[in-house]
């Protein structure tokens, strides 16, 4: 039977305390108990149902982490304060000094950075591999590799991962799959592809309003146990915890998440077609010419389409720059970092969010100066956007350079 996503998340029914049509807040960072020893189980994580500290968990965190399990197929989830606080205490959940980590080379620019900068304080190595080439990953493979990470459709260059084929070689080596699927919601389900853990930053298309942070670990309850342990669990004790509030607003927008990933996908795939065929550099997993398209096409729930990210080269940093200011000057999208909001947001990410990733790394996996990164709003009038932004490139003479 076919994955629901949407479904899943709909079959949920929750009532607030007086009846109300959302469940209630839990507006407390701390809980009573009528009895000590009830207590004391519920630290040991005995008492079901019973919530001492909001650090550990809440109702309203709870409710969220249902919904987003449902989402992904998952036993259940653990939601944290962002996206990084996720992935960092999920990977070294899973590792001790001396492990070996085997990663996509073509990851957000916080992750490379925690991955590359920051875990090897830890004695934690990491290699960085071609995604796309499972020989690759097999390749990198040693005796202390504990995880393979890799997000679904990678950020800044959509290149796209063989999770069945990642999960495989996980399988036969005894490895954990850890999938960021932040920039393909209800598109791709990971878990039901075989990865372990799947993990979000809430902050982009699942909330879609861009007014909070969020992030979620969705796997096994033994992993969510384990990260929440008071004694050694990475959530619990690195404290990247949500608020109870957020977590409250966050599933209200997630009500809405299969209209608007559809949208986003529409406009995309229209931008996409009209770039490409105006002769325009464009990486869109939509497009037959993207080298992943087929895979997409297998592992994808088709109804929500192939996502909001597209991205164009138009040649040189500063006309990326000058194409941003101009438009942004016209309405179309900001120049801002981050994805998922309901205006096109756009970004140079050589220069943004992949920075962190040193020069020479960039350009041996093909992070071009040119590159413009663009999350695709939920405009109306697609076409017209079009029109405008054909103008703005006009004007600045990069369809020109195009054609000659
Ligand atoms: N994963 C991906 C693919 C991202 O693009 C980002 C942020 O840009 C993150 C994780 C980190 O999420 P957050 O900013 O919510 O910590």
């Known amino acids: 039977m076919k994955f629901k996503p949407a479904d899943n998340i709909q079959d949920l029914q929750y009532f607030g305390e007086f009846g109300g ?3 209630s807040i ?22 079901e149902g019973c919530y001492l500290y909001s650090r550990h968990t809440t109702p309203s965190n709870l409710y969220l982490g249902e919904a987003l399990a449902a989402m992904e197929g998952t036993e259940t989830a653990n939601v944290t304060a962002s996206g990084m606080g996720a992935i960092t205490p999920a990977i070294l959940q899973f590792c001790e000094a001396g492990d070996h980590i085997i990663s996509s080379r073509t ?12 875990a090897p304080r830890m004695a934690l190595a990491t290699s960085f591999v071609d995604i796309t080439k499972l020989e690759a990953v097999e ?4 005796e202390t590799t504990k995880i393979i990470f890799c997000e679904c459709v990678s950020n800044p260059l959509l290149e796209i991962a063989d999770i069945e084929g990642l999960a495989k070689i996980a399988k036969k080596h005894g490895l954990q799959l850890l999938v ?5 919601p209800l598109t791709i389900s990971p878990a039901k592809l075989g990865a372990d853990v799947v993990l979000h930053s809430l902050t982009k298309f699942i909330n879609g309003s861009s007014d909070t942070m969020g992030g979620v670990v969705c796997g096994s309850q033994e992993l969510i146990d384990s990260l929440r342990n008071v004694n050694d669990g990475a959530c619990m004790l690195l404290g990247a915890s949500m608020d109870s509030l ?7 927008n997630m009500r809405t998440l299969h209209i608007r990933m559809k949208q986003h996908s529409y406009n995309a795939l229209y931008l996409a077609e009209k770039f490409e065929a105006a002769g325009l550099k464009t990486v869109y997993p939509g497009l037959k010419s993207h080298p992943g398209h087929e895979l997409y096409k297998r592992m994808m729930n088709e109804e929500y389409g192939f996502g909001g990210m597209l991205t164009l080269d138009v040649g040189s940093l500063d006309k990326a720059n000058e194409l941003m200011e101009l438009m942004q000057k016209q309405n179309l999208g900001y120049l801002a970092v981050s994805l998922g909001f309901y205006k096109t947001l756009f970004s140079a990410p050589g220069t943004s969010t992949s920075s962190e990733i040193p020069e020479e790394e960039q350009a041996e996996m093909g992070l071009t100066d040119g590159l413009i990164r663009f999350s695709i709003g939920l405009d109306n ?16 003479g990069i369809l020109e350079a195009v054609k000659n």
């Open 26 to 47: 839990s507006d407390s960072s701390t809980y009573t108990f009528l009895s000590a020893k009830t207590m004391f189980d519920t630290f040991e994580g005995n008492a």
């Open 246 to 252: 957020r977590a409250a607003s966050i599933l209200k």
């Open 381 to 396: 009038d697609i076409e017209r956007t079009y029109e405008m932004m054909h103008d703005c490139m006009i004007q600045l």
């Open 21 to 23: 049509v959302n469940p």
């Open 180 to 184: 960021d699927n932040t920039f393909s």
């Open 139 to 142: 390749a990198a493979i040693t």
């Open 107 to 118: 990851i957000y620019g916080g992750t490379y950075a925690f991955l590359k900068n920051f």
